[in-house]
């Protein structure tokens, strides 16, 4: 850890205002072969293109250095000023995640996914504490966002998904349903020991999603087609 926050902030230097640990290396349940490294790396102004290509060599740097992180480390870079306004929507934001390269994107309110938590449980790593970037949110804005995400997440359920690609979709919706019934974000493995006791009939999918997360076969036609149905089902109980 104490080698990617220095990475980053000789990468920025004074563009670097604060930088912050959250997930699950911060709430517990981290899993050192396949958990992600969540940061926020907040910044005097909107990433320029210059501030851009040299952070985006600093993470080729990192994954050169360490395959095994290559597609783990998931950095958010985002004003003071944008994310003081988060609701406004964030025109400007640099952003590296699994499965993605480093980019540029746009932010819109639904980013309050990655603000809420980081708000309640981060560590800083860098700066002030980040109640001083992050302004108070409230609880509804958040499960509307967690409801809304939920709702879309059927679509994202394909045939031939690799194996760890159907345990995310699984888990993302224990997380979700957990959130909106207990009012916590708890680690994917909390939710999913929760969702088998709330859905007894799909514990042994949910089971297989945590061993699948480890894995990278693709599963055949009728094993997407029992995620497809609970993802299904669990999108509909958040839509009522």
């Known amino acids: 850890m104490a ?17 912050y640990l ?12 396949v958990s992600d490294i ?8 909107d990433p320029s293109d210059d501030l851009v290509a040299r952070l985006g060599r600093m993470h080729d740097a990192l994954a050169s250095e360490n395959p095994v992180w290559a ?33 540029v994107v746009e932010g819109g309110p639904d980013w309050v996914l990655n603000w809420y938590p980081a708000r309640e449980s981060a560590i800083t790593l860098f700066g002030p504490p980040v109640e001083t970037f992050i302004p108070p949110m ?4 958040f499960e509307s966002a967690v409801r809304q995400h939920m709702r879309r997440f059927p679509s994202r359920v394909r045939d031939g998904d690799s194996l760890p690609a159907q345990a995310y979709a699984i888990l993302t919706m224990c997380r979700g349903w957990y959130t909106l019934c207990v009012g916590d974000q708890p680690s994917k493995v909390v939710a999913a020991a929760w ?10 999918l949910i ?16 094993g997407a087609s029992e995620v497809q149905r609970f993802v299904a089902e669990i999108a509909r109980r958040a839509d009522a």
């Open 3 to 19: 080698r990617i926050r220095d990475a980053i902030r000789e990468a920025a230097g004074s563009a670097l205002a604060g930088l």
């Open 22 to 33: 959250f997930g699950s290396l911060v709430v517990g349940d981290f899993d050192v072969d």
């Open 38 to 45: 969540d940061l926020i790396a907040v910044l005097t102004s």
């Open 71 to 103: 597609r783990r480390i998931e950095v958010i870079y985002v004003s003071a000023a944008a994310l003081s306004r988060w609701w406004e929507g964030i025109a400007r934001m640099a952003v590296i995640s699994p499965g993605e390269p480093f980019h």
């Open 138 to 141: 409230s609880r509804e804005a």
């Open 195 to 204: 969702a088998q006791r709330e859905f007894p009939e799909w514990a042994p």
């Open 207 to 222: 089971r297989s999603a945590l061993a699948w997360r480890k894995g990278g076969v693709s599963a055949g036609d009728s």
